[in-house]
């Protein structure tokens, strides 16, 4: 009975391939990593855009101590989603 269900499911999975439901490994991998570099890309510069919206409106260091703010919960987060299993967060300084 298992062996007919394992051959059911391995006639299922070839169907499946062969209609395009998965994609081949290798392209998959391709496609995430530029993905994520734009990504990364992208999101490193937000911390510059934001600061100089608000910059207007605040005295000039405190615009560049936003943009440190920024950049600093930006790399951080960026560094969470780079790490295999649990991230533990540096100490902040005071």
């Known amino acids: 009975m298992a062996f007919k ?3 059911s499911d391995l006639s299922r999975l070839k169907a499946d391939i062969a ?3 998965y994609i081949d490994k290798e392209i998959a991998e391709a496609e995430l990593s530029r ?3 734009i990504f990364k890309k992208s999101a490193m510069s937000l911390s510059r855009k934001l ?3 608000v910059g207007p409106y605040v ?3 405190e615009a560049r101590r936003i943009e440190k703010m920024l950049a600093d919960t930006i790399n951080d987060a960026l560094e969470q989603m780079s790490v ?3 991230y533990h967060a540096k100490k902040k300084r005071a």
Do not use: I
């Open 35 to 37: 993905f994520f570099l």
């Open 5 to 7: 269900e394992a051959q």
């Open 51 to 53: 600061a100089s919206e």
């Open 19 to 21: 209609n395009g439901k």
């Open 59 to 61: 005295e000039p260091l």
């Open 84 to 86: 295999d299993g649990v």
